[in-house]
């Protein structure tokens, strides 16, 4: 009891990671929403699944593409102003979306978010590294990750309860990417506090040959994820599912994977780590066939949509 006691005492955790913790949670309620909302709108102004996806590609790529400049954004920015306006830009381009509902829009403006969002989830990463050290470096990236992922797993939950018809969820999807900017500013102490080292503004594509396997593995985890984020809540729309009901499996799936990790840690130290990745690869075949084969079924249903979120958050 000691030992678990000792293990969730935050206090040994720098003061920064903690607000940042904070911030991270906001930021996962509002991505998590406002993902499940927008493709349950196109879906019902009658977009196709295409035009759906090719959106979603817009923010992979967006994701993909930010790796290549965050070294120089933030050596001419700054880790304080580069959060502040990326959060902030991304609040606008979601007005954006919303004031102009076309496909081309929508697709420039995810662009522009996951441009966004990929520096902003490296510069929290590094955050935590740099201000950890090996004594508290697994707890520190414990917290933020859980406080992302939980946050995430609870935006579709606001699906489930107020569902998408008129303004309120709009509003609702401005307000909780809205809250993230003054989180920041009041923490901007703790953010300036962080020394983020001179990046290298080169990229080291010789990884690609040392661990081959392991970026096959996130490529396939990625191109799941952002297949479901994209096309989970449209397939169950063809299926007649109601929209409450998609936010709530999302919900499911999303905190089920939040709340396995501790286990899933334990095991990781038992086994073999590579044969564990094949593992959630294999679960990433296994649910889509059952959701496509026993959808009416609920135990199954929701079993299915179980596995997607154990074998997603642990992968990553």
């Given at each position: 009891?000691?030992?678990?006691l000792?293990?969730?005492n935050?206090?040994?955790?720098?003061?920064?990671?903690?607000?940042?913790?904070?911030?991270?949670?906001?930021?996962?309620?509002?991505?998590?929403?406002?993902?499940t909302?927008?493709?349950?709108?196109?879906?019902?102004?009658?977009?196709?699944?295409?035009?759906?996806?090719?959106i979603a590609?817009?923010?992979?790529?967006g994701?993909?593409?930010?790796?290549?400049?965050?070294?120089?954004?933030?050596?001419?920015?700054?880790?304080?102003?580069?959060m502040?306006?990326?959060?902030?830009?991304?609040?606008l381009m979601?007005?954006?979306?919303?004031?102009?509902?076309?496909?081309?829009?929508?697709?420039?403006?995810?662009?522009?978010?996951?441009?966004?969002?990929?520096?902003?989830?490296?510069?929290?990463?590094?955050?935590?590294?740099?201000?950890?050290?090996?004594?508290?470096?697994?707890?520190?990236?414990?917290?933020?990750?859980?406080?992302i992922?939980?946050?995430?797993?609870?935006?579709?939950?606001?699906?489930?309860?107020?569902?998408?018809?008129?303004?309120?969820p709009?509003?609702?999807?401005?307000?909780?990417?809205?809250?993230?900017t003054?989180?920041?500013?009041?923490?901007?102490?703790h953010v300036?506090?962080?020394?983020?080292?001179?990046?290298?503004?080169k990229?080291?594509?010789?990884?690609?040959?040392?661990?081959?396997?392991?970026?096959?593995?996130i490529?396939?985890?990625?191109?799941?994820d952002?297949?479901?984020?994209?096309?989970?809540?449209?397939?169950?729309?063809?299926?007649?599912?109601?929209?409450?009901?998609?936010?709530?499996?999302?919900?499911v799936?999303?905190?089920?994977?939040?709340?396995?990790?501790?286990?899933?840690?334990?095991?990781?130290?038992?086994?073999?780590?590579?044969?564990?990745?094949?593992i959630?690869?294999?679960?990433?075949?296994?649910?889509?066939?059952?959701?496509?084969?026993?959808?009416?079924?609920?135990?199954?249903?929701?079993?299915?949509?179980?596995i997607?979120?154990?074998?997603?958050?642990?992968?990553?």
């Amino acid at each position: 009891m000691n030992k678990i006691l000792n293990y969730i005492n935050f206090k040994s955790i720098d003061v920064s990671v903690r607000y940042l913790s904070i911030s991270a949670f906001f930021t996962g309620i509002g991505l998590g929403y406002f993902f499940t909302l927008i493709v349950i709108l196109l879906k019902h102004n009658n977009y196709s699944e295409s035009t759906i996806g090719i959106i979603a590609a817009f923010f992979s790529f967006g994701l993909m593409s930010s790796g290549f400049i965050v070294a120089r954004v933030l050596d001419r920015f700054g880790l304080y102003q580069t959060m502040l306006y990326s959060l902030s830009i991304q609040t606008l381009m979601i007005m954006i979306m919303f004031s102009f509902f076309y496909p081309i829009v929508i697709a420039i403006a995810h662009l522009v978010m996951g441009i966004l969002g990929g520096i902003m989830r490296m510069t929290m990463d590094t955050w935590v590294n740099i201000v950890s050290d090996n004594k508290n470096r697994g707890k520190a990236i414990g917290l933020y990750n859980s406080a992302i992922s939980i946050g995430f797993a609870l935006g579709p939950l606001f699906v489930g309860l107020f569902g998408v018809n008129g303004f309120f969820p709009i509003i609702l999807a401005i307000s909780l990417m809205a809250i993230r900017t003054p989180a920041i500013i009041i923490i901007k102490k703790h953010v300036e506090s962080v020394k983020i080292p001179r990046l290298k503004k080169k990229f080291n594509f010789s990884l690609f040959k040392i661990a081959p396997f392991i970026f096959l593995a996130i490529f396939i985890g990625g191109a799941n994820d952002t297949t479901f984020g994209a096309l989970f809540p449209a397939y169950l729309i063809n299926e007649l599912f109601s929209d409450k009901t998609i936010g709530y499996l999302y919900f499911v799936g999303a905190f089920g994977g939040v709340i396995s990790q501790p286990f899933i840690g334990a095991l990781t130290d038992k086994i073999n780590k590579r044969n564990f990745i094949i593992i959630l690869l294999t679960f990433h075949l296994v649910w889509p066939i059952l959701l496509n084969n026993f959808v009416f079924i609920n135990t199954i249903l929701f079993f299915s949509v179980i596995i997607w979120g154990v074998a997603s958050v642990s992968l990553y």
